[in-house]
């Protein structure tokens, strides 16, 4: 045991790399705030007990063995990390797309909270800034781009990827980020993405279950016309703490989060996602599905704002829940802020178990309990994803989910 | 085919069946009638093997072998579909997904070979033509946005492509306009043969026009307290339940 300071921060060094100030920025910053507890709203469902119990490695050396990363055959492209590390030789992009190393000016911390704790994990990603790097999209690509993070077993460290995807007017990109979990270290990644006008990002973030403890920064700023769409199918995890936050910034620009978290055995994964309506007319959708079994907890805490000014604004949130064991937790929560007239928001929130009716109704077809739940789970993750994709990405989600959900489905 | 003897079934701890006894040979149509609360539903729950429907009482042996021993599963292998007053919404699973599970799973229990795909397709295919519905309702999730009437014949269509020993249909009538009813009746009589039989529960004589039974009986009070051929239901139709009392009286 010991403090999270002890264990994650380490006295600043000059380096002479220009990220020198932002860093000194960001230790200042965690040197008097610290490190969120459970009595700051954002993390009262969030014990960070099993970051204080790691003895975190602080090893700077690349692996010595890269796994192969496992994309489709259909993937356009790859970036590959391994422990947090990213070696540009193992990647593999299309003309259009640029991956090169951050520069300070890259770096945003307008928008991370210098008077409390709150993000104090975004700041330690600063603080302990290694490798950075920007992606830029200047070209439409039809087939999707896998950022694969994969984790070896003997993965112990704490690490700070932070990766910047910029895409230019117009153009249109999938963006799959796949994340396996073997190592028990802690990976503390901050992801920055921006979309200028009329440019379209679909991505969808899938994560395995596993020991590594994993909290991700995620903000879209997203300009006039742009279209961002986060798709998350999580598979559950020792800790797994996600921000994903969506700024809508010009009119007509659009939003969406859609996700099922599949929760089993003493997973703990929360999601905080905030979208905020910057300027009107704007809209936005959110359906978030968590399914806790066993003695997982699940929090999701969605958050819509709407400014001053935003008017022609239209939200619509959904937050669906079920408890599959008596062990199993779920704190939920849908908050909305509207400060505009001329709006249009909704949300809802439920939390039930599987209906004994629609199991009976499947089995009087012929179907074994198992079987029922199963598919009851099932329809419940996926409803999530209607819409999606067609074609062999929509395959493969769908595929993703029924091997995330077991044998049964 | 079925045989009903002294069936008594309680729910909540309330009796509701309280002694009944129907037999229906294979290729016959029996319809129940009755009012309100009399255990028309509880009937049909209680032969699905429905929890919280609690056999308290009493034998029903399906094929000769003693149904009430069976799994909900068991009994739909066995040849048994219950089409529910009420069909329920499976969101998030398509209608042919859980149409073709719920068929290999019914072939994989009785030793048969599971259908391909495309043979499964075609016959469901063919199955909502008949009915008139829309094939987009296979993509869709099961049940989820269809009108009382779609649900219903839905049903039909589940009916049609499981091919049970039994069906009971309870109250499919209901809710339906006269285009709808006679298109659910046609579907039903596509189905009649000298092997499957037929429980129909339903509160009107309308259906009977279109289905015509060989049996009909009025359950009241947990019990069949009069059977008859069809000329009962025009009775009912045109008297009502109250002759029930009278009868009693």
Redesign the interface.
């Known amino acids: 045991m010991g403090s999270l300071n002890e264990k994650l921060l380490a006295p600043s060094v000059e380096t002479g790399d220009g990220f020198d100030a932002l860093r000194r920025q960001a230790l200042k910053v965690l040197m008097q705030h610290g490190f969120p507890h459970r009595k700051v709203e954002n993390w009262k469902y969030t014990p960070l007990s099993l970051l204080e119990k790691r003895a975190f490695a602080q090893a700077d050396a690349p692996q010595a063995s890269w796994p192969a990363a496992e994309v489709p055959a259909f993937a356009g492209g790859l970036i590959h990390l391994h422990d947090g590390r990213l070696d540009p030789a193992r990647c593999c992009l299309p003309d259009g797309l640029r991956l090169e190393p951050l520069t300070p000016a890259d770096v945003d911390t307008d928008a991370l909270d210098q008077t409390s704790s709150a993000d104090a994990f975004a700041w330690l990603n600063i603080a302990r800034l290694g490798q950075a790097w920007r992606l830029t999209v200047e070209a439409s690509i039809a087939d999707p781009i896998w950022l694969v993070e994969t984790f070896s077993a003997a993965f112990a460290d704490a690490v700070h990827p932070h990766l910047v995807v910029e895409l230019a007017p117009n153009v249109e990109l999938t963006l799959v980020q796949s994340q396996t979990a073997d190592g028990a270290g802690l990976v503390n990644g901050v992801l920055e993405i921006e979309l200028a006008e009329g440019a379209r990002l679909r991505h969808l973030i899938e994560r395995a279950s596993g020991e590594t403890a994993r909290i991700q920064r995620t903000r879209a700023r997203i300009a006039g016309r742009a279209d961002y769409r986060a798709f998350v199918l999580d598979g559950g995890g020792a800790l797994t703490r996600q921000e994903l936050i969506l700024e809508l910034e010009g009119a007509d620009a659009h939003g969406g989060i859609h996700g099922a978290a599949l929760l089993h055995a003493r997973s703990l994964v929360d999601y905080h996602t905030a979208i905020n309506h910057r300027v009107g007319p704007s809209t936005s959708e959110e359906d978030f599905r968590i399914l806790a079994d066993d003695a997982a907890t699940g929090v999701f805490n969605g958050r819509i704002l709407i400014v001053p000014g935003a008017d022609g604004s239209d939200s619509r949130m959904n937050t669906g829940n079920l408890l599959l064991s008596d062990s199993a937790r779920i704190n939920t929560k849908p908050e909305l802020e509207i400060h505009a007239e001329e709006v249009s928001a909704s949300h809802g929130a439920t939390i039930g178990q599987l209906?004994?009716?629609?199991r009976?109704?499947?089995?009087?077809?012929?179907?074994?309990?198992t079987?029922a739940i199963a598919?009851?789970k099932?329809?419940?993750?996926?409803?999530a994803f209607?819409g999606f994709a067609d074609g062999p990405l929509g395959d493969w989600l769908i595929a993703r989910l029924k091997q995330h959900l077991g044998d049964d489905a | 085919m079925l045989k009903i003897e002294n069936l008594h079934v309680a729910v909540g701890g309330e009796e509701i069946i309280k002694g009944l006894d129907l037999s229906v040979g294979a290729g016959e149509m029996h319809a129940i009638m009755g009012p309100n609360g009399s255990g028309k539903s509880t009937l049909g729950y209680a032969l699905?093997?429905?929890?919280g429907y609690e056999v308290t009482e009493g034998s029903v042996t399906f094929d000769g072998v003693d149904l009430l021993e069976l799994?909900?599963?068991q009994?739909?292998?066995a040849g048994l579909?219950?089409a529910?007053q009420y069909?329920?919404?499976?969101?998030?699973?398509n209608n042919a997904y859980?149409?073709r599970?719920?068929?290999n799973?019914?072939r994989k229990?009785r030793g048969e070979d599971e259908v391909d795909s495309m043979s499964f397709l075609k016959s469901v295919r063919e199955q909502l033509k008949l009915l008139k519905m829309d094939e987009a309702l296979l993509k869709r999730?099961v049940n989820e946005g269809f009108s009382g009437g779609e649900k219903k014949r839905n049903e039909i269509v589940?009916l049609a492509v499981?091919q049970p020993k039994l069906a009971i249909l309870d109250e499919t009538d209901s809710g339906l306009d006269i285009d709808a009813l006679k298109l659910v009746a046609e579907g039903v009589n596509r189905l009649r043969d000298e092997q499957r039989s037929f429980i129909v529960i339903t509160h009107y004589q309308r259906l009977l026009d279109y289905i015509k039974p060989d049996f009909v009986h009025v359950l009241s009070d947990g019990r069949i307290v009069e059977s008859g051929d069809r000329s009962l239901a025009e009775r009912l139709e045109r008297e009502g339940y109250a002759f029930l009392d009278e009868a009693e009286a």
């Open positions: 209906d004994d009716t629609a009976f109704y499947l089995r009087s077809r012929g179907l074994s309990d079987q598919l009851l099932y329809g419940f993750a996926a409803a209607d | 699905s093997g429905r929890e799994e909900i599963e009994r739909a292998a579909f219950l529910l069909p329920v919404e499976i969101p998030g699973v859980f149409l599970a719920a068929l799973a019914q229990a999730a589940q499981l």
